[in-house]
Nanobody
Framework: VQLVESGGGLVQAGGSLRLSCAASGLTFTISSMAWFRQAPGNEREFVAIVSRSGGATLVAEPVKGRFTISRDSAKGTVFLQMNSLKPEDTAVYYC???????????????????WGQGTQVTVSS
């Protein structure tokens, strides 16, 4: 499975961006998909997860109410709609996919087997 992110860029505080992640290869093996982010000097942190069907989602507290994750399972694509962006949202955003049968939505990076190369999001104040 290969994951390719797109949609990052530079935006002013209060603005919006929509990230996309396209999966290719053995996409039928993918269960949950997620977004993580990593700011300079920080550890990678969980942002949002969506289930295989797209019917269940989980969003991290720092972005709750501002970010929305969605999925087009037929196309193997996951999206992250980011609104009301803040400078502290600046980071490299990574798409991740799990090839495992998971119970519930898992925020720990260890259960995600496939990762994209990352896309930079920069929010200016």
């Amino acid at each position: 499975v290969q994951l390719v992110e797109s949609g990052g860029g530079l935006v002013q505080a209060g603005g919006s961006l929509r990230l996309s992640c396209a999966a290719s290869g053995l996409t039928f093996t993918i269960s949950s998909m997620a977004w993580f982010r990593q700011a300079p000097g920080n550890e990678r942190e969980f942002v949002a997860i969506v289930s295989r069907s797209g019917g269940a989602t989980l969003v991290a507290e720092p972005v709750k109410g501002r970010f929305t994750i969605s999925r087009d399972s037929a196309k193997g694509t996951v999206f992250l709609q980011m609104n009301s962006l803040k400078p502290e949202d600046t980071a490299v955003y990574y798409c991740a996919a799990s090839g495992r049968s998971l119970k519930g939505l898992r925020a720990d990076a260890n259960v995600y087997d496939y990762w994209g190369q990352g896309t930079q999001v920069t929010v200016s104040s």
